[in-house]
């Protein structure tokens, strides 16, 4: 028996058989070609692109209907397929340097990739699916097949060097129980798709793919961020009851009861939940949130061939609202740049994107494009219960300014004669220190505020949430961030507004407990995590969660904090169904 420690992608528990992945490099013959074959090689490249276009246009089809937005990561290879200057490289490497059509694509793919990753940032994300593709394109060429996880025989759990979107994306839903991979960092397109599948998921295990033998017996620990190799009697009986254990809590459930997320002692807490696009809004609207928390408007953009216009974006808002009647919808207006980079935004590429010029800043950089997306919002507004959000405003002058050009344009639609709700509360994220710090002076302006802990942790203990080669330092329960955390559902409460929580924290049920001690009472999260969240909920006191928000606050470090949450965690799994409870008015 080994245990083998990682970091968490997708929470959940299972065992089951390894299925370890190669690599997928195949060998390539070393040939110099001859004059007269060029074009024939020519030919075999060309074939090998058309070929996999197809097959990245299959899957985007079949899988839509099933995972919505999701698809939309097969964009990236679409975009990179279609890059004249990666496919005229090649055509150059075959015709002036005599290279045979699979020597170039591996030879040019692997500069780019290199490039891609000394770089950094954005640019370094895309850096997997390019070399995903190289892979494809060359085994297209040399007639040869790479490993699919679409045709398994049995239920496995995938180890790997490393999973791509297109194989994430392609994968048997009945057949995949989870995944173990060296590489891979938490906010990653693999990350979030496992996350919205529910598969557990953990990442950073060194060399894991030499390490487990294939069909090796595997338990994915998906809570603690441990993998269990070749399990002797004992632990597999251990897991087998934390399994059971976790299934009973209605660990996939697909409909939620917000009414049952009450504290034993009478607390209600709001669920809602984070959308990308209204692509299954009525899915969505049906699982019974309280609303939609956040909705990433920027999604409508990533991904499509062509930019949504006013009507196009206003019809998406519309459907959502209509779908979720009078539960509200918040629509954080569109956050692109850093790991949202979208060239057609803003094509600079910058050296530190995080602290680039993007979310808000780009809005008022881009004020065509904000203005557009305001008057879409305001258009649709009048169909449901909208609320609008600012992403990344530090202080109340800069949401103010984001405002004042709502009002422009709210005047603009009065002189057209267009309606629209003219008291939509407009709200601000509280997702960067500056916020938080200063969230008194922003509550005042504001109608609402949502805390986003994916990046406040990040700009808070300086750790880019997207490289898995910092992942160890990206801690959301350090005491740092829940003391910004309530110093922020504090501003809300001294002013009497609704302060949620809309990062992944507030999807995560060992983290839930802390901020219901710190006081937030409204929580949206991946429509996945609602089930278990109310679970959580139910199981509750406030003046445990209190004590326990209390204790991690007074940790002097993460590790304590940690050690703190996790007794909490151990003692709640002594705890029994909910007993009748009291309802607080
Ligand atoms: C956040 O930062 O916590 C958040 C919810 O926004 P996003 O993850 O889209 O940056
Ligand atoms: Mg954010």
């Given at each position: 028996?080994?245990?083998?420690?990682?970091?968490?992608?997708?929470?959940?528990?299972?065992?089951?058989?390894?299925?370890?992945?190669?690599?997928?490099?195949?060998?390539?013959?070393?040939?110099?070609?001859?004059?007269?074959?060029?074009?024939?090689?020519?030919?075999?490249?060309?074939?090998?692109?058309?070929?996999?276009?197809?097959?990245?246009?299959?899957?985007?089809?079949?899988?839509?209907?099933?995972?919505?937005?999701?698809?939309?990561?097969?964009?990236?290879?679409?975009?990179?397929?279609?890059?004249?200057?990666?496919?005229?490289?090649?055509?150059?490497?075959?015709?002036?340097?005599?290279?045979?059509?699979?020597?170039?694509?591996?030879?040019?793919?692997?500069?780019?990739?290199?490039?891609?990753?000394?770089?950094?940032?954005?640019?370094?994300?895309?850096?997997?699916?390019?070399?995903?593709?190289?892979?494809?394109?060359?085994?297209?060429?040399?007639?040869?097949?790479?490993?699919?996880?679409?045709?398994?025989?049995?239920?496995?759990?995938?180890?790997?060097?490393?999973?791509?979107?297109?194989?994430?994306?392609?994968?048997?839903?009945?057949?995949?129980?989870?995944?173990?991979?060296?590489?891979?960092?938490?906010?990653?397109?693999?990350?979030?798709?496992?996350?919205?599948?529910?598969?557990?998921?953990?990442?950073?295990?060194?060399?894991?793919?030499?390490?487990?033998?294939?069909?090796?017996?595997?338990?994915?620990?998906?809570?603690?961020?441990?993998?269990?190799?070749?399990?002797?009697?004992?632990?597999?009986?251990?897991?087998?009851?934390?399994?059971?254990?976790?299934?009973?809590?209605?660990?996939?459930?697909?409909?939620?009861?917000?009414?049952?997320?009450?504290?034993?002692?009478?607390?209600?807490?709001?669920?809602?939940?984070?959308?990308?696009?209204?692509?299954?809004?009525?899915?969505?609207?049906?699982?019974?949130?309280?609303?939609?928390?956040?909705?990433?408007?920027?999604?409508?953009?990533?991904?499509?061939?062509?930019?949504?216009?006013?009507?196009?974006?206003?019809?998406?808002?519309?459907?959502?609202?209509?779908?979720?009647?009078?539960?509200?919808?918040?629509?954080?207006?569109?956050?692109?740049?850093?790991?949202?980079?979208?060239?057609?935004?803003?094509?600079?590429?910058?050296?530190?994107?995080?602290?680039?010029?993007?979310?808000?800043?780009?809005?008022?950089?881009?004020?065509?494009?904000?203005?557009?997306?305001?008057?879409?919002?305001?258009?649709?507004?009048?169909?449901?219960?909208?609320?609008?959000?600012?992403?990344?405003?530090?202080?109340?002058?800069?949401?103010?300014?984001?405002?004042?050009?709502?009002?422009?344009?709210?005047?603009?639609?009065?002189?057209?004669?267009?309606?629209?709700?003219?008291?939509?509360?407009?709200g601000v994220m509280i997702e960067l220190p500056a916020a938080a710090i200063a969230s008194a002076a922003l509550m005042k302006v504001a109608d609402f505020g949502s805390i986003g802990t994916n990046d406040l942790t990040q700009y808070t203990l300086a750790v880019d949430r997207t490289n898995g080669r910092v992942s160890d330092w990206y801690k959301p329960h350090h005491p740092a961030i829940c003391r910004l955390i309530k110093v922020a559902?504090?501003?809300?409460?001294?002013?009497?507004?609704?302060?949620?929580?809309?990062?992944?924290?507030?999807?995560?049920?060992?983290?839930?407990?802390?901020?219901?001690?710190?006081?937030?009472?409204?929580?949206?999260?991946?429509?996945?995590?609602?089930?278990?969240?109310?679970?959580?909920?139910?199981?509750?006191?406030?003046?445990?969660?209190?004590?326990?928000?209390?204790?991690?606050?007074?940790?002097?470090?993460?590790?304590?904090?940690?050690?703190?949450?996790?007794?909490?965690?151990?003692?709640?799994?002594?705890?029994?169904?909910?007993?009748?409870?009291?309802?607080?008015?």
């Amino acid at each position: 028996m080994e245990i083998l420690r990682g970091t968490v992608l997708s929470e959940g528990l299972v065992a089951g058989e390894a299925l370890v992945l190669s690599s997928g490099e195949v060998i390539i013959p070393d040939v110099v070609v001859k004059p007269s074959d060029r074009e024939k090689e020519v030919a075999r490249f060309r074939r090998a692109v058309d070929g996999t276009l197809k097959e990245i246009n299959e899957l985007t089809n079949a899988t839509e209907g099933r995972l919505g937005d999701l698809t939309r990561m097969l964009g990236t290879y679409q975009s990179l397929l279609a890059d004249e200057s990666i496919i005229n490289q090649v055509l150059e490497q075959i015709r002036t340097k005599r290279k045979s059509a699979a020597t170039a694509v591996r030879q040019v793919i692997a500069g780019y990739v290199e490039d891609f990753r000394r770089m950094g940032g954005p640019l370094a994300n895309y850096a997997p699916e390019l070399e995903d593709l190289g892979r494809r394109l060359v085994a297209r060429i040399l007639g040869k097949e790479l490993p699919s996880l679409d045709r398994l025989p049995r239920k496995v759990v995938i180890v790997a060097d490393e999973i791509t979107p297109m194989q994430a994306l392609s994968i048997d839903r009945d057949k995949v129980i989870g995944f173990v991979t060296q590489s891979g960092s938490p906010e990653s397109h693999t990350a979030i798709l496992s996350r919205h599948l529910g598969i557990p998921a953990i990442t950073g295990i060194e060399n894991v793919a030499s390490i487990v033998p294939q069909g090796a017996s595997i338990i994915v620990d998906g809570l603690e961020g441990v993998v269990v190799l070749d399990p002797d009697k004992a632990m597999k009986q251990t897991y087998a009851m934390k399994i059971r254990r976790a299934t009973r809590t209605r660990w996939q459930t697909t409909t939620i009861s917000p009414e049952e997320s009450v504290t034993q002692d009478g607390v209600r807490a709001t669920i809602r939940c984070n959308v990308d696009t209204s692509d299954h809004v009525r899915e969505l609207a049906a699982m019974g949130a309280d609303g939609v928390g956040l909705f990433r408007t920027e999604f409508l953009y990533i991904g499509k061939a062509v930019p949504p216009d006013e009507k196009a974006q206003a019809k998406s808002y519309e459907e959502t609202l209509k779908a979720f009647g009078s539960r509200p919808v918040i629509f954080r207006t569109m956050d692109f740049g850093a790991d949202k980079f979208d060239a057609r935004v803003d094509a600079v590429k910058e050296e530190n994107p995080a602290l680039g010029l993007r979310s808000i800043r780009l809005s008022f950089a881009r004020e065509d494009l904000f203005r557009t997306q305001l008057r879409a919002l305001l258009r649709a507004s009048v169909h449901g219960n909208a609320r609008i959000m600012f992403p990344m405003v530090t202080d109340a002058g800069e949401f103010l300014r984001a405002k004042a050009i709502l009002e422009v344009v709210k005047s603009e639609l009065k002189a057209e004669r267009v309606p629209f709700a003219a008291d939509v509360p407009v709200g601000v994220m509280i997702e960067l220190p500056a916020a938080a710090i200063a969230s008194a002076a922003l509550m005042k302006v504001a109608d609402f505020g949502s805390i986003g802990t994916n990046d406040l942790t990040q700009y808070t203990l300086a750790v880019d949430r997207t490289n898995g080669r910092v992942s160890d330092w990206y801690k959301p329960h350090h005491p740092a961030i829940c003391r910004l955390i309530k110093v922020a559902v504090e501003a809300g409460l001294a002013t009497g507004k609704e302060v949620s929580v809309c990062g992944e924290m507030a999807g995560s049920t060992r983290l839930v407990p802390v901020l219901m001690g710190l006081g937030v009472r409204s929580f949206s999260m991946a429509p996945p995590r609602m089930g278990q969240v109310v679970d959580r909920i139910s199981r509750l006191t406030l003046p445990a969660c209190r004590a326990l928000a209390d204790a991690v606050l007074a940790s002097p470090d993460a590790e304590e904090a940690l050690a703190v949450i996790d007794a909490f965690e151990s003692r709640a799994v002594e705890e029994r169904a909910p007993a009748p409870r009291k309802r607080r008015s």
